[in-house]
């Protein structure tokens, strides 16, 4: 069941196990709202849904009164929390955009790879940025965060639909974001239509895998 969780379900979901000892009694929702930053009890109800139907929490005495971890979920804890282990959460457009997947699996990775703030797993599709060594089928791992300076690689979310790994350019007029192919031109938007959902931070590649 975990596999079939959305990423920010994901994120709840390791929020809960990381933070378990944290709250003396259940968390309610507003306290989980409250504890992940999040504005918008409603969406966080969604995701608290998904994962009571995924059998990894349970409400105790209706929503009001707060949820709990199953017995299930605290099966998972040692396999969630190995440090080398990383959500792979699907497939990235090097190329046109196309939209992520966010099935989540895990993967294991060296730990030099990786940072010590949340990161995830993406499958690199097309050849855009084939100049800075980053070629169709690669696995890149991807540093979770809202921001980047200009000129890093980023997982860009394009109109709340589209995900595309490129270099970022920003500014107060517009957003480029730029492959490393020369055949390929930059990609143009206003600022409001990308979001950034992290930097790139490490790559792998394998000689044997069927591309």
């Known amino acids: 069941m975990i596999e079939s969780l959305t990423r920010k379900q994901q994120e709840l979901f390791h ?3 990381q933070h378990q000892d944290r709250f003396t009694q259940p968390p309610t929702l507003d306290e989980l709202c409250l504890a992940m930053g999040l504005k ?5 109800h969604a995701h ?6 995924a059998n990894l929490i349970k409400p105790l005495g209706g929503k009001q009164r707060g949820i ?5 979920a605290k099966t998972l804890i040692n396999h969630q929390d190995d440090p080398c282990r990383l959500p792979y959460v699907g497939v990235i457009a090097a190329g046109q955009p196309i939209e992520a997947l966010e099935n989540i699996s895990y ?3 060296p730990e030099p790879l990786k940072t010590d703030k949340p990161c995830y797993i993406l499958t690199v599709k097309g050849d855009s ?13 991807i540093e979770q965060r809202a921001y980047a300076r200009n000129g890093e690689i980023v997982v860009a979310l394009v109109n709340k639909a589209e995900a595309t790994l ?3 350019e920003q500014y107060p007029h517009e957003t480029l974001l730029i492959p490393a192919n020369a055949s390929m031109k930059a990609l143009r ?4 239509q990308v979001e950034i959902q992290g930097v790139l931070v490490g790559q792998m590649r394998s000689y044997t895998k069927t591309q």
């Not at 918008?40 to 966080?44: I, K, Q, V």
């Not at 608290?48 to 139907?53: D, E, H, Q, R």
């Not at 938007?189 to 409001?192: H, N, Q, R």
């Open 129 to 141: 940025m084939i100049e800075q060594g980053i070629f169709d089928g690669d696995w890149v791992i």
């Open 166 to 168: 490129k270099f970022i």
């Open 15 to 17: 929020f809960l196990l």
């Open 48 to 53: 608290v849904t998904a994962l009571i139907g």
């Open 68 to 72: 709990q971890l199953t017995d299930y």
């Open 40 to 44: 918008s009890r409603g969406s966080l």
């Open 189 to 192: 938007y206003k600022p409001e």
């Open 107 to 109: 993967m294991a990775i």
